[in-house]
T-cell receptor, first 117, second 116 residues
Framework: AQTVTQSQPEMSVQEAETVTLSCTYD???????LFWYKQPPSRQMILVIR??????QNATENRFSVNFQKAAKSFSLKISDSQLGDAAMYFC??????????????FGKGITLSVRP | GAVVSQHPSRVICKSGTSVKIECRSL??????MFWYRQFPKQSLMLMAT?????????EQGVEKDKFLINHASLTLSTLTVTSAHPEDSSFYIC????????????FGQGTRLTVV
């Protein structure tokens, strides 16, 4: 079974600074997807970034980028130029490559990020 | 705008009554939807996979008779909490996969259920 581990329950960053959120996972599959989701106080889940395992290039979305290390099964999220609106709970998630009823996500425990003004 | 709509956003019910939560995909068809439960400051726990036109698949430890799931159309799945008790109070979230190879999951706004 796949597992996703986020070992840091909380982190804090100064506004405009950079922060990295860690995530490791375990799977026997070679093809899969990895995601970072943001859940602000409204509790609406928002997709931050997605990485396909078969792609070597790290995904980037504006201020958000990942460091995907497939051999190490590591998938960290870097937030540059942190903003107050980045304060939220962040979840790392894994999904198998195949679709249909087995396309369910496995989530990590999440990390609460606070941004200091 | 939202592509998955979940209603109601908040509901308070009395112990022993049933509550229905709806999850709609707004501009796409979803043959599969997922129902999660989330406690404060914790992760999402998958309860069941809702399949259009067939029975839902429940995760281990989830009572199928308490949490009834119906996926009667390609755009609507419902979760009914039957004979609710205070311990059923929680935040419930639905999601539906979309896009090429269903790689992107869209989430509803969630429903905060309080059983008094």
């Amino acid at each position: 079974a796949q597992t996703v581990t986020q070992s840091q329950p909380e982190m804090s960053v100064q506004e405009a600074e950079t922060v990295t959120l860690s995530c490791t996972y375990d799977t026997s599959e070679s093809d899969y997807y990895l995601f970072w989701y943001k859940q602000p106080p409204s509790r609406q889940m928002i997709l931050v970034i997605r990485q396909e395992a078969y792609k070597q290039q790290n995904a980037t979305e504006n201020r958000f980028s990942v460091n995907f290390q497939k051999a190490a099964k590591s998938f960290s999220l870097k937030i540059s130029d942190s903003q107050l609106g980045d304060a939220a709970m962040y979840f790392c998630a894994y999904r198998p490559y195949y679709t249909g009823a087995n396309s369910k996500l496995t989530f990590g425990k999440g990390i609460t990020l606070s941004v200091r003004p | 705008g939202a592509v998955v709509s979940q209603h109601p956003s908040r509901v308070i019910c009395k112990s022993g009554t049933s509550v229905k939560i709806e999850c709609r995909s707004l501009d796409f068809q979803a043959t599969t939807m997922f129902w999660y439960r989330q406690f404060p400051k914790q992760s999402l726990m998958l309860m069941a996979t809702s399949n259009e036109g067939s029975k839902a698949t429940y995760e281990q430890g989830v009572e199928k008779d308490k949490f009834l799931i119906n996926h009667a159309s390609l755009t609507l799945s419902t979760l009914t909490v039957t004979s609710a008790h205070p311990e059923d109070s929680s935040f419930y979230i639905c999601s539906a996969p979309r896009g090429r190879a269903n790689t992107e999951a869209f989430f509803g706004q969630g429903t905060r259920l309080t059983v008094v």
